[in-house]
């Protein structure tokens, strides 16, 4: 019986389709694929986070308390940081910036529009004032929040796929994504059914390796008082400059480079100055995941019963280094 040949059997694909639709239709009731994605990576990141928490020492789904703060104004601060970042598609004449019931209000953040730089900003403020509510170390937060952040941003790249937005420049590369001509983001000039690189790929890739990255620093090298979070703002930073610049969809550009661009460049350099300072300033382990004072009588940890896997979970001293 004569076989196939090899080539035969192994095809590489032409190309990514975009999706042919991007929301479900439920009556009156628009359900849009990029919240699903956003919404996924949030209870990801949850999920994550309390399970790293509790095993530092921490109550069980104490990170509810905090998200309940942080999660609102991290969305608020990524949607304030797009229309910012580009104050041309909301604001001059022509346009609807105040009626969300027309397209393109700077409030229908479902038609898509967030920045990760700005959802950091807001949902660090929110973390720090849900970390004070709950008496939970903010850098104890942060490091056991790294790897489900970056978890969530993965998953939540799929909504611009969906979306049929920010791809890269044209390529004949045999995994470009197509984009309809038809899209008002098309690049005029150039022919029906070119390609462009799929820009959102590349990010869930770097993404998902830093999930694994990040998990791999806190587990072998025991990154404490905010240092995995550190190793979390270089390693996204560094991969979103690289894809930021072969984005082609509209930016504020300053002194030659997008703006998110510098944001990027400005969350590694963040990045550095907290690994630094934190490592000259904390050379041991996290007496506890709670400030002085703040430890639930009876508190129900994992890690009471994994005491290899971070720290004491007894009262702290009633001085320690400031967080």
Not at 37 to 62: D, F, Q, S
Not at 81 to 103: A, S
Not at 132 to 159: K, S
């Amino acid at each position: 019986m004569p076989f196939a040949p090899l080539s035969t059997l192994i095809t590489v694909p032409a190309s990514i389709p975009s999706p042919s639709v991007s929301y479900l239709q439920i009556g009156p009731l628009t359900i849009h694929f990029y919240a699903l994605c956003i919404i996924a990576g949030i209870i990801a990141a949850l999920l994550l986070t309390n399970h790293r928490l509790t095993k530092r020492g921490a109550e069980k789904w104490v990170v509810i308390d905090i998200a309940i703060i942080a999660v609102p104004l991290g969305i608020i601060g990524a949607r304030i940081f797009h229309v910012v970042t580009h104050p041309d598609f909301y604001f001059g004449p022509g346009k609807n910036t105040w009626n969300p019931f027309e397209y393109g209000s700077v409030w229908a953040i479902w038609e898509g529009g967030i920045a990760i730089f700005g959802a950091l900003m807001g949902g660090a403020v929110g973390a720090w004032l849900g970390c004070r509510w709950t008496g939970i170390r903010f850098w104890t937060f942060a490091d056991a929040l790294a790897p489900g952040l970056l978890l969530a941003q993965a998953m939540g790249r799929f909504g611009n796929w969906f979306n049929h937005e920010l791809f890269g420049l044209p390529t004949d590369l045999p995994w470009g994504l197509e984009i309809e001509s038809t899209n008002p983001a098309f690049p005029p000039g150039l022919a029906e059914g070119t390609l462009f690189h799929p820009t959102f790929l590349y990010e869930v890739l770097w993404n998902g390796l830093g999930v694994i990255v990040l998990l791999w620093a806190g587990s072998k090298l025991k990154l404490q008082w905010g240092k995995l979070f550190a190793l979390y703002l270089i390693w996204y930073s560094a991969g979103r400059i690289v894809w930021e610049s072969i984005r082609i969809d509209p930016s504020e550009v300053l002194f030659g480079l997008r703006s998110n661009v510098w944001a990027a460049i400005f969350g590694v350099l963040v990045g550095l100055v907290i690994m630094i300072v934190q490592t000259r300033r904390h050379t041991g382990v996290e007496p506890s995941p709670y400030v002085p004072g703040r430890v639930p009588a009876e508190a129900d940890v994992d890690s009471q019963d994994n005491p290899s896997d971070f720290v004491d979970v007894s009262e702290p001293p009633a001085k320690t280094e400031v967080d």
